[in-house]
């Protein structure tokens, strides 16, 4: 295909497909619904090649594919994605490549997104932009990036891993072959260590670990995650953590931190000053954080939380349809629950959408927030944004500048300090999408 031209194409080729500078490739396959696509989006797609596949310089390459129920993608959105190749996939400079692939229910992208995801990974993670975070995994063969690239994921390491200063490192996962990474990359997580995980000063550790489905973290995140270390993890000085799971004792972080996440822990949880805790855990299927969100939690606490003043609470919990939101919107609502809510000054409750039988459409310029299903009590002091969205029978969509937070089902007490923001997603029956 010669320069500057536009292709679209429903493919499922038996070769090799190569796709020459300048060329904008657009495809949608093996989908079991229907697709629907609004206007000014490039999506471009080749899947389930028997062959190689080779991207040339300044592509986009985009994706949606084996959807078992309907997409629709809205205006000013790059969907790009390269999937179950059962070759080797060599990605050439200034590429950027993303996906969202085998969703079971139906995915809605609200205006202005980028949703970026390589699926069909056995514990698939998948993060979104303004991350420049890239994910191949399970690949028969080997991975090669070349320059500029940016990688994302080391997991299933048998031994331990030392990071030296200065380094990103993103994620090579799950790999049956060698993988080589070529200059100026970045690469964040190791996960699944036997041993001790140490990270040294000035790193940004990422990772997303042990999810029974697919988790995506948004954009403007430092995201990352240690868990089920068989060892002691040790991170020095300023150094971005997000996540500790599953921890069997307590878990304390020193100031200036930015920790993302501490679940299931068997003890207590003692969270100091000036930190950004954030969590998704026990996802049953995929999560999906669109750009422009803060999404935070702790999760499964039996207990009460407690949370400072300026809290915003947001939630839609148990919807029966999807629920599909559009620009600008703030969604608020406190319901069912089974115990006492108590919120705190300059908290603001709007709507509730819960138990919806059907889909739930809400035009511009709404203000929905919602804390649904707690069985204990929970007191929410100021300064805080909490926001959430659990137990979705379905699917649930939010468009741009949402803040959706939640903190549900604590096993224990979860106490945070003065200026944290706390947000969460958690037991989602089905994929969420913000």
């Given at each position: 295909?010669?320069?500057?031209?536009?292709?679209?194409?429903?493919?499922?080729?038996?070769?090799?497909?190569?796709?020459?500078?300048?060329?904008?490739?657009?495809a949608v396959i093996n989908l079991s619904r229907t697709i629907v696509m609004s206007d000014n989006f490039t999506i471009t797609a080749v899947i389930n090649r028997s062959r190689t596949i080779v991207l040339s310089d300044y592509f986009t390459m985009m994706t949606v594919t084996d959807l078992s129920r309907t997409i629709?993608?809205?205006?000013?959105?790059?969907?790009?994605?390269?999937?179950?190749?059962?070759?080797?996939?060599?990605?050439?400079?200034?590429?950027?490549?993303?996906?969202?692939?085998?969703?079971?229910?139906?995915?809605?992208?609200?205006?202005?997104?980028?949703?970026?995801?390589?699926?069909?990974?056995?514990?698939?993670?998948?993060?979104?932009?303004?991350?420049?975070?890239?994910?191949?995994?399970?690949?028969?063969?080997?991975?090669?990036?070349?320059?500029?690239?940016?990688?994302?994921?080391?997991?299933?390491?048998?031994?331990?891993?030392?990071?030296?200063?200065?380094?990103?490192?993103?994620?090579?996962?799950?790999?049956?072959?060698?993988?080589?990474?070529?200059?100026?990359?970045?690469?964040?997580?190791v996960i699944n260590r036997n041993r001790t995980i140490v990270l040294s000063d000035y790193l940004t550790m990422t990772a997303v670990i042990n999810l029974s489905r697919t988790i995506v973290m948004s954009d403007y995140f430092t995201i990352t995650a240690v868990i089920d270390l068989s060892r002691t993890t040790v991170?020095?000085?300023?150094?971005?953590?997000?996540?500790?799971?599953?921890?069997?004792?307590?878990?304390?972080?020193?100031?200036?931190?930015?920790?993302?996440?501490?679940?299931?822990?068997?003890?207590?949880?003692?969270?100091?000053?000036?930190?950004?805790?954030?969590?998704?855990?026990?996802?049953?299927?995929?999560?999906?954080?669109?750009?422009?969100?803060?999404?935070?939690?702790?999760?499964?606490?039996?207990?009460?939380?407690?949370?400072?003043?300026?809290?915003?609470?947001?939630?839609?919990?148990?919807?029966?349809?999807?629920?599909?939101?559009?620009?600008?919107?703030?969604?608020?609502?406190?319901?069912?629950?089974?115990?006492?809510?108590?919120?705190?000054?300059?908290?603001?409750?709007?709507?509730?959408?819960?138990?919806?039988?059907?889909?739930?459409?809400?035009?511009?310029?709404?203000?929905?927030?919602?804390?649904?299903?707690?069985?204990?009590?929970?007191?929410?002091?100021?300064?805080?944004?909490?926001?959430?969205?659990?137990?979705?029978?379905?699917?649930?969509?939010?468009?741009?500048?949402?803040?959706?937070?939640?903190?549900?089902?604590?096993?224990?007490?979860?106490?945070?300090?003065?200026?944290?923001?706390?947000?969460?997603?958690?037991?989602?029956?089905?994929?969420?999408?913000?």
């Open positions: 295909m010669s320069g500057y031209f536009t292709f679209t194409a429903v493919i499922d080729r038996s070769r090799t497909i190569v796709m020459s500078d300048y060329l904008n490739i657009t629709v993608m809205s205006d000013y959105f790059t969907i790009t994605a390269v999937i179950d190749l059962s070759r080797t996939t060599v990605m050439s400079d200034y590429f950027t490549i993303t996906a969202v692939i085998d969703l079971s229910p139906t995915i809605v992208m609200s205006d202005y997104f980028t949703i970026t995801a390589v699926i069909d990974l056995s514990p698939t993670i998948v993060m979104s932009d303004f991350f420049t975070i890239t994910a191949v995994i399970n690949l028969s063969r080997t991975i090669v990036m070349s320059d500029y690239f940016t990688t994302t994921a080391v997991i299933n390491l048998s031994q331990t891993i030392v990071m030296s200063d200065y380094f990103t490192i993103t994620t090579v996962i799950n790999l049956s072959r060698t993988i080589v990474m070529s200059d100026y990359f970045t690469i964040t997580t991170m020095s000085d300023y150094i971005s953590i997000t996540a500790m799971i599953e921890l069997s004792p307590t878990f304390v972080m020193s100031d200036f931190f930015t920790i993302t996440a501490v679940i299931d822990l068997s003890r207590a949880i003692v969270i100091s000053d000036y930190f950004t805790i954030t969590a998704v855990i026990d996802l049953s299927r995929a999560i999906v954080m669109s750009d422009y969100f803060t999404i935070t939690a702790v999760i499964d606490l039996s207990r009460a939380i407690m949370m400072l003043d300026y809290f915003t609470i947001t939630a839609v919990i148990y919807l029966r349809r999807t629920i599909g939101m559009s620009d600008y919107f703030t969604i608020t609502a406190v319901i069912n629950l089974s115990r006492t809510i108590v919120m705190s000054d300059y908290f603001t409750i709007i709507t509730e959408v819960i138990d919806l039988s059907r889909t739930t459409v809400m035009s511009d310029y709404f203000t929905i927030t919602a804390v649904i299903d707690l069985s204990p009590t929970i007191v929410m002091s100021d300064y805080f944004i909490i926001t959430a969205v659990i137990n979705l029978s379905r699917t649930i969509v939010k468009s741009d500048y949402f803040t959706i937070t939640a903190v549900i089902n604590f096993s224990r007490t979860t106490v945070m300090s003065d200026y944290f923001t706390i947000t969460a997603v958690l037991n989602l029956s089905r994929t969420i999408g913000m």
